[in-house]
């Protein structure tokens, strides 16, 4: 849908002596990727709950329409595979090229914002971590998983709101200072590759949910952390990301959605509308399931913040240290909870880290000693 933004990008533009491209842009450096150190997770094995797709007879799972490792289809492809097509058009043009220009910005906002697209799940997403919104102050026009749309809702609870109060603005704020000119653009490119990463983590885990009374929720929490792909496949996203560096955390979070596709399969919606309809082995199941995936999309986004603090210190990243810092405090602010939950002492460390404007090469180094502890298998 958006093929033509990143054709027409105006990375190839003529530029002037001064870095800028004539028409108001910000001169900036090269962007910078993640480093390529190797993750060692060779120490992480399943535990005795997991679903495990690929040796079925070895868990406490019956035979399911996951087994074997390929993901099947509830329903119809969801509309959430737009959206992260959306999401790696918008990464073309902001931070997998030479610096993005006020055009760029402009037109990656245009791929933000189309009906029904990203922007508009952004803004409503909740984070599922954290307590749901009391019934008693619902807002009876909205579905009970769509309370954050509700502003008040939105300003009582801002962690349980987290799209709406916290990504959605930390979104807009970037777009607008790209669109402007202001600042160096690679920062606001950062902030916002951040930010999407952190809605992805929290899509997976939501739809995940949800689709214990909507099933085809299971092919959206699917489809928004690969794209719409298996898990060997042409993976974008979030997907992308983890299985760039970390092939076995990849892995993981694929069987976690397959642990609770595997879920759906064998308690039939028809017979199990909702959770408080489930035995009491099929509430167990779902836990167990939910909890793996969960797992396995906090050490998927722990790899892709270690791999931003490691980069900080290669030469490759001379040139937007300002920006792989602003990524590295957005992702590593978004963490803190399941950080805290294990390790409060090592949480508060790290923020101490991040808080830094300068950090030195060993404060990288204890920060992914502190991440690689604290969650090193997902």
């Known amino acids: 849908m958006f093929a033509t933004l990143v054709a027409c990008r105006a990375g190839d533009d003529p530029i002037d002596d001064d870095g800028g491209d004539g028409d108001g842009d910000v001169g900036a ?17 399943p535990l005795a709950t997991d679903y495990l797709p690929m040796d079925s007879d070895a868990d406490s799972y019956e035979a399911c329409i996951s087994d074997g ?30 610096a993005p220009t006020r055009d760029d ?15 508009s799940r952004v803004e409503r997403r909740e984070d599922l971590h954290y307590p749901e919104i009391p019934e008693a102050e619902w807002d009876p026009g909205l579905d009970p998983d769509k309370q954050c749309s509700n502003t008040q809702n939105a300003e009582n609870h801002p962690d349980r709101c987290a799209g709406p109060v916290q990504i959605r603005p930390l979104i807009n704020d970037a777009f607008i200072a ?27 885990y939501k739809e995940a949910f949800t689709c214990v009374a909507t099933p085809k929720d299971c092919d959206s ?11 060997d496949g042409d993976v974008i996203g979030f997907a992308k990301l983890v299985r760039d560096y970390s092939p076995t955390a990849h892995q993981r979070i694929f069987d976690g959605i397959l642990a609770v596709r ?31 995936l969960d797992d396995a999309l906090a050490r998927g986004f722990v790899v892709a913040l270690r ?10 990243c001379s040139e937007a240290l300002e920006a792989n810092w602003a990524f590295v405090q957005i992702a590593g602010g978004a963490l803190d909870r399941e950080l805290r939950e294990h390790d409060a002492t090592a949480a508060d460390e790290l923020a101490a880290i991040y808080a830094l404007s300068e950090p030195g090469t060993a404060d990288i180094e204890r920060a992914v000693e502190l991440l690689d502890s604290v969650i090193p298998c997902g």
């Open 105 to 119: 910005f402009t037109m990656a906002r245009a791929a933000y914002e189309f009906d029904q697209g990203l922007g």
């Open 307 to 316: 791999q931003h603090l490691l980069a900080h210190d290669d030469e490759q």
């Open 69 to 98: 490792g390929v993901y099947e289809l509830v329903s119809d492809p969801p509309g959430s595979i737009a959206r992260v097509e959306a999401a790696d058009e918008i990464a073309d043009l902001l931070w997998r090229n030479d």
């Open 262 to 292: 595997c879920f759906r399969d064998l308690y039939s919606i028809d017979d199990f509308p909702t959770y408080a309809d489930l035995p009491a082995e099929g509430q167990a199941l779902f836990d167990n399931a939910w909890e793996q």
């Open 221 to 231: 929490a699917w489809a928004y952390y690969t794209g719409g792909a298996q898990a």
């Open 178 to 204: 790209g669109m402007s000119g202001e600042g160096d653009p690679n920062v606001h490119a950062a902030r916002i590759e951040a930010a999407i990463v952190w809605f992805s983590y929290l899509s997976v």
């Open 29 to 45: 450096g090269e962007p910078c990727d993640p480093a390529d150190d190797p993750v060692d997770e060779s120490a992480c094995v």
